[in-house]
């Protein structure tokens, strides 16, 4: 299958680029290199620098794809509320430019790499697809605006489209990992503190009704997150469908992925508590078991100390 690949260039985008090349189907990548790096572009699969708003150049490039994995856009919580308009720009108004450039060019599969942040903060643990989406920042509410229109997309073009929503991808492969600028995000910054490049982790609240206090999340391995978003493409022969993706079982605290790293690198974590910060639900876990049964998608690294040693392999090769 010849499959465009939009964000290949960004970290998760990368590890799906490499797992389909593995899987022997054609690749191509579609990166505007604002968050992405080009160095991070599979050997294999052939690289057009290009953003989303460019519609004669997406048309051309779709040009004999058979489908396409969307994985370009801006995924920052606190800067989606400080910047309203950005995020829509670029997930929903240039989703929809890809949107139309696929109905010219006959490309009627999309795989959607979109967010369990759609459901917003749901009362019950795991959170399971059938929970109302009810999204509390403009980062959740233009992934799911862009769900809606392939939904109508379908009804009045055809479009078949499988929507992936999760949490917090996490680890890395032997060749592509996690390398944002600024990195937001608690494994790869623990990390880097046992790499000495950074003096502490901060935690962010230390008194929620957990176990331990701080808030639990759910991490998956990135390569577990890539194989679902490949098995995605089998249903789209058939009919469109949302799925969740987690870890499974009760997920990890923040102590969990500070006290995993210190046993994983030898290092010492230092830590400096703060305060919470505001929206920050105590616990968030979504629930797979629908992708499991139908799709048979089984994640091979779901501990946490596997996750970690995998991205803290990547960054000393780098160091």
Not at 55 to 84: C, Q, W, Y
Not at 117 to 145: D, R
Not at 171 to 189: K, V, Y
């Amino acid at each position: 299958m010849r499959v465009l690949v939009t964000g290949g260039a960004g970290y998760i985008g990368s590890v799906v680029s490499e797992q389909l090349v593995s899987d022997g189907h054609e690749v191509v990548v579609y990166d505007n290199l604002s968050k992405g790096h080009r160095d991070a572009v599979v050997p294999d699969a052939r690289f057009v620098e290009g953003d989303l708003h460019e519609a004669e150049k997406l048309r051309e490039t779709l040009n004999g794809i058979d489908a396409v994995i969307h994985m370009a856009a801006f995924s920052l919580v606190g800067e989606s509320v400080e910047a309203p308009s950005k995020y829509y720009h670029n997930n929903v108004v240039a989703g929809l430019v890809l949107l139309d450039a696929m109905r010219d060019c006959g490309v009627k599969r999309i795989v959607f790499s979109s967010t369990a942040a759609t459901y917003g903060e749901p009362e019950a643990q795991p959170i399971f697809e059938s929970a109302p989406t009810n999204p509390t920042n403009p980062y959740g509410e233009s992934k799911l605006a862009f769900e809606k229109a392939m939904h109508w997309y379908e009804r009045a073009y055809g479009l078949r489209y499988a929507s992936l929503r999760y949490f917090n991808a996490a680890g890395a492969s032997e060749q592509c990992g996690e390398d944002h600028d600024p990195e937001t995000h608690i494994i790869p910054i623990t990390l880097q503190v046992a790499a000495g490049k950074r003096s502490h982790v901060e935690i962010y609240g230390d008194d929620y009704p957990t176990a331990d206090g701080t808030c639990i999340r759910d991490y998956i391995h990135v390569i577990d997150l890539a194989r679902a978003h490949i098995l995605a493409l089998d249903v789209l022969n058939e009919r469109s469908a949302i799925y969740n993706l987690g870890c499974g079982g009760d997920g990890y605290s923040v102590r969990d992925v500070i006290d995993t790293t210190r046993r994983v690198t030898g290092k010492d974590i230092p830590v400096r508590m703060g305060p919470r910060r505001p929206g920050d639900p105590a616990v968030l876990i979504a629930g797979s078991d629908k992708i499991k049964s139908e799709l048979g998608w089984q994640p091979q690294f779901q501990d946490l100390g596997v996750i970690i040693e995998s991205a803290w392999r990547w960054l000393k090769n780098r160091i």
